[in-house]
C-alpha cells in the first residue's frame, strides 16, 4: 500500500475504483462493443486480493495487480481521488494518448473506442 487510509473517505475511493473496474471486466467478458484483442487481467501471484495504490505525482488510485491490454500494449487505468462522478476511470495509453473509459452511465467512452483502433493500427 503506497499512501494511509482514512476512513471512510478511502473506504469510497477504493470501493469506486473497483466498481470501474468491475463494469470494465463485466464488458470485455459478455465482448459488448469491445474488440477481441482487449483484455483485463488479474495477478494474483504475490498479493491475494486487490492491490490498490496511489500514485504519488497525482494522487489518482489504481490497482498495481491488474492489467489491461489491447493487442499486446499495457494501457493504464487510474481513478481521480475523491471524484464524485459514477464513472471516472481514466485511461493512458504510451503516455501521451488519455481520456475516459466510460460515458456516465457505465458504456464504454467514444474516446476510449477511438483510442483501441489507434492502438490497433499501429500493432498492425
Known amino acids: 500500500m503506497s499512501y494511509q487510509r482514512v476512513i471512510p473517505r ?18 470485455i467478458h459478455d465482448r459488448v462493443n469491445v ?13 491475494s486480493g486487490f492491490q490498490i495504490e496511489q500514485n504519488q505525482d497525482s494522487a489518482a488510485l489504481y490497482c498495481a495487480n491488474m492489467q489491461l491490454t489491447f493487442a499486446g500494449q499495457v494501457i493504464e487505468l487510474n481513478l481521480p481521488y475523491n471524484s464524485k ?3 471516472p476511470l481514466n485511461y493512458v495509453v504510451n503516455d501521451d494518448d488519455d481520456g475516459r473509459v466510460f460515458t456516465d452511465d457505465g458504456k ?17
Request: hydrophobic share 40%.
Open 10 to 27: 478511502d473506504l469510497f475511493n477504493e470501493s469506486k475504483l473497483l466498481k470501474c473496474l468491475g463494469q470494465l471486466a463485466l464488458i
Open 85 to 87: 462522478e459514477s464513472y
Open 35 to 47: 474488440p477481441r484483442e482487449l483484455e483485463l487481467t488479474h495477478d494474483d501471484s504475490e498479493f
Open 108 to 124: 464504454l467512452s467514444h474516446g476510449f473506442l477511438v483510442s483501441l483502433k489507434a492502438l490497433n493500427r499501429i500493432n498492425a
